[in-house]
């Protein structure tokens, strides 16, 4: 049974899928004063023009970002609930930034609804003797920390972005729609105006949000978009979901991202009702199960269309704001060895939306006496990377689309199944990509990590609920990919309140098990495991310890009543030429921190060759079921990528790599006999 607060809270989250509603926005109607154009509030001044600045390490897309910033990113951000393209905008491209130098504590603690920005300055100042704020050109999305962002600037705390609006005439209130205007993701805390208005209000730095503009936009007139941010990341004093950034980088802690960091677009949708988002789970057997939320939220006749290859495979007529299922004959399965997707069409009234499934089944059961992890039925050894996502150029958002596509090819064409989203949630394209190339995704919620020198706090209450919500957003607008198989809700105690018999990761499982029903929980990710979730999951290197009789502190032994899993193991080291190296003086300081170092690629790979053999021996003898072998590539101060940071030099010997992968899965398979 759900305490009331967290199964209320997991039963409101469930129907957060209208604009008015999305992602804790929080809707007002105070006005602040503007934000003015010019440092001293009157008149235009120019910006200082965009120009990408210099990376420390490039990566083969550098050069490209930056050359058409109206085509940064220009992908429709949300393939599963796609309208036609005459209905959307992206809003990506060159905007106008401040810092609004939040130097003080008691600056970044204000309220950002009341702030007066241009009456900020260095020290936390005000009035007659502030400081004046430059206004520069930034491409968004980027991190503001990154040189293609065209600003480089750190230990930012608050800003403000704006830009100009245009709109087809066709998408005006007065011919019967809105406009609505869609923030992918904005680190960490966001008030979005139109024309001075105040249309919403979001927390969280991995999750998207909508805002409607229809009735602050003006016809004949330049709109003006602005949004106003605040990212303390992890000074003293705030707790928050932001994984491994940190103003203080060092070994395995890596520079921040700030700011509008994903795509933001405006879409045209009809002003009475609309379809507002997608609910769609289907399993091994052809039923499909589907709620489609209508803005209106009053019930309004849909019907709903399977497609395979562009031929109708079954349809149904049904209701919104209401789950229905009805069957699919005969489906061919998503798997990673066969991929298949089916795209859906949904019809409300006079507008259509298309998104598109895969029909699985995950779920866990004995073979042979062992607890498994099962996909449709079958123990599938899951093998693959840590994979922490950040990049040289653009910290946590990759350059282009052609590059997050590169990390994902070469993780699939080693013949790695599976990848482990590390404290990270990525856009929606990347999981849109797994679904497509047939990668099983384990992905962590993004921890709390006080700074260095708090590492023994624990969140306060209001800090925990914070962090619970956000975890049920992430599980809401996530679940309908099927390559997502586990969510996982801590890792290695970051976060994780372990005082005096009090173990949240109970309650969160059972919360998060409600919310979906359809995946595996990974409740506790290396140590601090009291027994919660599906996996009991090791984490221990260079070695693996995967559902041994043996196990290294702080891991506890084996459990087996749950799935024997190794979360993390290998993070063999190996220091490259000083071309493919993040340069930074304190990040090189620390690579002899690496759990191993090999003074060659020779030596890497028979220590990686060794390493898999061990892997194979533990799925031959024990009781291990898969494992997550660190990582995708080098991150700044940690050499023990399959690439380097540049993406330049792949250290692994591929056949090696994949036949050694392969024996894994084989062992697997006669274990399951």
Partial sequence: MLPTSLLSLSLSLLTLTTPSLASAIRQGAANPPKIPSSPNGSGE??????????ALLTTEWTASVGSDPSNHWAQHPRPQLKREDKWWQSLNGIWRYRNLYFASSARMNVDISTLIPERYAA???????????????????????????????????????????????????ETGRRVLIHFEAVDYEAMVYVNDQKLGHNVGGYFRFTVDATNALKKGVENELQVVVRDPTDEPGFYTPHGKQTRTPSHIFYTPCTGIWQSVWMESVPRDNYIS??????????????????????????????????????????????????QVPDPKLWSPDSPTLYNISVTMGDEQITSYTGFRTISKGAVNGIQRPLLNGKFVFQFGPLDQGYWPDGIYLPPTEEAMLYDLDLIKSL?????????????????????????????????????????????????????????????????????????????????????????????????????????????????????????????????????????????????????????????????PDAKNLWPDPAAVATIPDTYELSADLDAYNYRTHVLLGELRDQVERYACSGAVYTQTTDVEGEVNGLVTYDRRVVRVNVTQWKSDIQALYDTAEKRAL
């Fill in 45 to 54: 001044s120019q910006p200082q023009p965009y120009a990408p600045q210099p």
């Fill in 123 to 173: 020290g936390g100042g005000g009035g007659d003797d502030a400081l004046p704020l430059e206004e520069k050109e930034t491409l968004i999305p980027s991190c503001i920390e990154s040189g293609f962002s065209g600003l480089a600037e750190t230990n930012v705390t608050g800003m403000v972005f704006k830009r100009t609006l245009e709109f087809p005439d066709n998408w005006t209130n």
């Fill in 277 to 326: 988002d997608l609910d769609v789970a289907a399993d091994m057997e052809g039923k499909v199960t589907m709620t489609v939320y209508s803005s209106s939220n009053t019930t309004t006749a849909v019907k709903v269309s399977i497609l395979e290859d562009g031929a109708e495979v079954a349809t149904y007529d049904g209701s919104s704001d209401q789950e229905f299922s009805f």
């Fill in 415 to 575: 013949g790695m199944n599976m990848v482990r989203k590390h404290i990270k949630v990525e856009p929606q394209l990347y999981y849109h990509a797994c679904d497509k190339l047939g990668l099983l995704v384990i992905q962590d919620m993004p921890s709390m990590r006080p700074a260095a020198i708090q590492a023994a706090d624990f969140p306060n209450p209001t800090q925990q609920a914070e962090f619970e919500r956000q975890l049920s957003v992430m599980v809401n607008q996530f679940k309908h990919h099927p390559s997502i198989v586990t969510w996982v809700i801590y890792n290695e105690g970051w976060g994780q309140i372990r005082d005096g018999g009090n173990n949240p990761e109970f309650h969160i499982t059972d919360a998060i098990r409600a919310l979906d029903p359809t995946r595996l929980i990974d409740s506790v990710t290396g140590w601090f495991d009291h027994g919660a979730g599906d996996f009991h999951d090791n984490h221990h290197y260079a070695s693996p310890q995967c559902g041994t009789p043996w196990h290294s502190s702080p891991n506890t032994p084996y459990d087996p009543n749950r799935i024997g899993f190794q979360g993390e193991f290998g993070g063999v080291g190996h220091v």
